[in-house]
């Protein structure tokens, strides 16, 4: 790095001997349902800018000449797959650089482009950083308009200040980024520089507001000094956006009273909810064709652009007729996945059983273990008393595990070697089934939601920020069965308290419990069939041939940090309860039809004109089609234009 020759704005710098990558831009247009507008997704590719070197291939170095190139192009061969977790790589983190410093030099570009004033930055873009993985725009769009474009510090920061936007997404501590100053000083040292300033000029206001509170100053930091010098970067988000928000009621005040209590202290009125939601199209229209037909003949059309109308359908709840029509939607839905489980696991499967569904990422906080261990005390209810009367079930589990998450890895064994003992006994025979579908997608979610009964949202309270397989689920006439957390909860309000299946302990309980101590065997002792269907596990039954692999996950439970064997008695009390309801059919129905109507808020409509009033501070354009010239125009092309008249 070096001084720029301009000695007038002291703060500019030049920055030399860099890796200079082109980025190629992939577009794809995005058509919104029934409008008038399609909107370009641009997606980057890193490219060399000088590929492939013919000197050294002359020379019959071959190796060398591809290997500029091939190292250019390794920034954006795969994004990187974990979730809830956080990863250190110095390849991560000159991805997350390449993608945002591409964007950003882009909407500079367009700007110029169409001669609009760089310093209307902030008046004609708004940024949403959605999570921490592109913070790097913050100092790097501070670097654009000092060391690019002259500007100064402070002209800089209010542009950056108003631009910027935060959702947080989790308050797993594993999954908070913070990179260490070792590694940003070798790779974007003039990033790590305005990050410094930045902090230095946050922490001159913390102290001038909280004279003489040096713990609060350190805690504020973005800069963490021990045990490793580290960059904070929700913290850098947060100082430097707008609006802070959270993606349910639960998750955003549990930011503002735990991880951001400082901040929002200091910054009142900065922290924001944004519920999440789901879009209706994909996961109601598209992927569920005969229960939208259904709906559609009860209510109309309106409801696939307005979710909300919905609620028409609670005048059905007492429509036998109906309550049938729904049912054989369901049962129709079930048949199809029946098709592709006996297609891809070779397992048949009981129409008439619960179909009984837990799809998400594999996380230990999600709780699986929690389902898987619950089946095998179904297993051996069954095991006790053959000929007694029991509700069948198909246990349904579809998970991707981050490639270095050994303990992820762990659960999915397990389910796998359960389902293979448990669908083999022909004791059991069509009563109880588990089954493992593998590389479960958005794809594969659009075949198993429309066929699900029960709905797994079993998190540790306080664990999941939202979830949103819980509203398609709702979405498409299946019971929950989950813990107060997340959007669970406003699920919960929704529906209403006698239309899901709500067991486990609060947030409160779990910190409580925590508080005194918490000792996962004194709740395993009184629990006779979890301590069963632990031994089960140790004595190998269900790993015959691969003697004690099981032995990481049951040592795990000496500390259990997600409090299974807290809320396994809750949870098993209230299954049996979910069994019961559903021995009667038009009751069942009834209730699948209550969680449908009442699922309008959980539009991602919704989601986004809150996010465009609370955040963006944007209204509804109306966009004419200008059918007679054969052609449309977007709200967005036309924006540039209509700057420069007002100009
Ligand atoms: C909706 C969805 C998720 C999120 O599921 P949660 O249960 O809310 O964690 C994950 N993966 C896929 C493929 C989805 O469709």
Not at 54 to 81: C, H, W
Not at 209 to 230: F, H, V, W
Not at 523 to 534: D, G, N, T
Request: hydrophobic content about 40%; some cysteine; glycine content about 4%.
């Amino acid at each position: 790095m070096e001084q720029h020759p301009d000695d007038r704005n002291p703060m500019r710098r030049k920055w030399v001997d860099t890796q200079d990558v082109l980025a190629m831009p992939y577009d794809t247009p995005i058509p919104g349902y029934q409008t008038n507008t399609v909107n370009t997704l641009r997606l980057w590719s890193a490219e060399s800018l000088y590929g492939f070197n013919l000197a050294k291939f002359n020379q019959g170095d071959y190796i060398s000449a591809n290997l500029e190139s091939a190292m250019d192009q390794n920034i954006t061969r795969v994004l990187y797959p974990n979730d809830n977790n956080y990863e250190g790589k110095e390849l991560r983190l000159k991805q997350q650089y390449f993608l945002v410093s591409a964007t950003l030099q882009d909407i500079i570009g367009r700007m110029k482009t169409y001669h609009v004033d760089l310093h209307d930055f902030a008046r004609m873009n708004v940024v949403q950083l959605n999570d921490t993985h592109p913070a790097l725009a913050i100092p790097e769009l501070m670097r654009l308009l000092i060391d690019g474009e002259n500007f100064t510090w402070d002209e800089a920061w209010k542009i950056v200040s108003k631009t910027f936007n935060y959702t947080n997404h989790t308050l797993m501590a594993e999954a908070l980024e913070k990179w260490s100053v070792r590694l940003m000083e070798k790779l974007l040292p003039r990033h790590l520089e305005i990050i410094y300033e930045i902090n230095f000029r946050f922490l001159c206001q913390v102290s001038a507001k909280y004279i003489g509170d040096n713990d609060r100053i350190a805690r504020m930091s973005l800069i963490q000094e021990y045990p490793e010098k580290m960059v904070r970067m929700a913290y850098m988000c947060v100082a430097a956006s707008d609006h802070v928000n959270g993606v349910a009621a639960l998750h955003t005040e549990l930011l503002k009273e735990g991880l951001f209590k400082d901040f929002n202290e200091f910054f009142p009125g900065k922290f924001v909810n944004v519920t999440n939601g789901i879009t209706p199209r994909r996961w109601l229209r598209k992927a569920n064709p005969e229960l939208s037909d259904l709906i559609t003949e009860k209510i109309g059309t309106d409801w696939v652009k307005h979710l909300n109308e919905l609620d028409k359908l609670s005048a059905y709840t007492e429509d036998t007729e109906f309550l049938q029509k729904l049912a054989a939607v369901k049962r129709e839905n079930k048949q199809k996945l029946a098709r592709y489980i006996e297609e891809h696991n070779n397992i048949k499967v009981n129409l008439d059983s619960i179909f009984d569904v837990q799809v998400k990422r594999l996380h230990e906080y999600k709780r699986q273990l929690l389902n898987i261990l619950h089946a095998i005390t179904l297993y051996l209810k069954i095991k006790d008393n053959p000929k007694a009367d029991f509700v069948p079930r198909t246990i349904i589990f579809g998970a991707k595990a981050a490639p270095g998450y050994f303990m992820a890895k762990q659960i999915i064994k397990l389910i796998n070697s359960v389902a293979d003992v448990i669908n083999a006994d022909p004791e059991i025979g069509d009563k109880l089934k588990v089954v493992f579908l593998a590389n479960y997608r958005v794809s594969l979610a659009e075949k198993i939601i429309p066929a699900a009964d029960l709905s797994e949202q079993i998190s540790l309270a306080g664990t999941e920020a939202s979830g949103t397989s819980n509203m398609k689920f709702a979405l498409n006439g299946a019971l929950t069965i989950g813990t107060m957390d997340g959007a669970n909860i406003e699920i919960h309000d929704a529906v209403g308290a006698d239309n899901i299946f709500i067991f486990g302990m609060t947030v409160d309980e779990v910190k409580k419990l925590r508080e005194q101590g918490y000792n996962p065997y004194s709740f395993i002792e009184k629990q006779p069939y979890l301590k069963r269907a632990l031994d089960l596990i140790r004595s190998n039954f269900f790993s015959r041939g691969e003697m004690d692999i099981f032995r990481p996950i049951l040592d795990s439970l000496n500390y259990d940090t997600y409090m299974l064997a807290a809320d396994f008695e809750s949870y098993a009390a209230v299954q049996e309860r979910v069994a019961q309801l559903y021995q009667n059919p038009m009751e069942w129905q009834k209730c699948c039809l209550k969680n449908i109507a009442k699922m309008g808020m959980f539009s991602s409509d919704r989601s986004i004109t809150e996010y465009a009033e609370k955040i963006w501070n944007l209204k509804p354009v109306h966009v004419d089609v200008y059918a007679k010239h054969g052609f449309v125009l977007s709200a967005q092309q036309l924006e540039p234009s209509n700057v420069s008249q007002n100009e």
